[in-house]
């Protein structure tokens, strides 16, 4: 349990409402996988907008989760915002990706959802 995230900030929103952390959790299985497939498609596609729009997003959940990657995320999403066609943010892009597949799935294991 929380191998490649943290409860603890979501447990301090949640004023520790087991049920509350429950829906996040949920919310978390939800929403951050297929803004991670809109994220790795823009950046695959060189769409600089989307790329921002879905890291942007992303942002405040992988941030109350502690994936670990918030900085990573940050630089695809700086990567987009500011239309850097001279860096390649793949590599940053696949730590994102790994750790949000990692984290659905032990959220999955973890909640029994």
Sequence with gaps: MEQHYKLFRVRELADNDEDFVMALAATFLEEVPEDAERLKKAVAEKDYHTAYQAAHKMKPTIDLFELG?????IEVQDWGKFTKTDVDVTDKLEIVITA????VLEIKQDFGL
């Design 100 to 103: 949000v597949e990692q984290t």
């Design 69 to 73: 990657v918030l900085q990573d995320l």
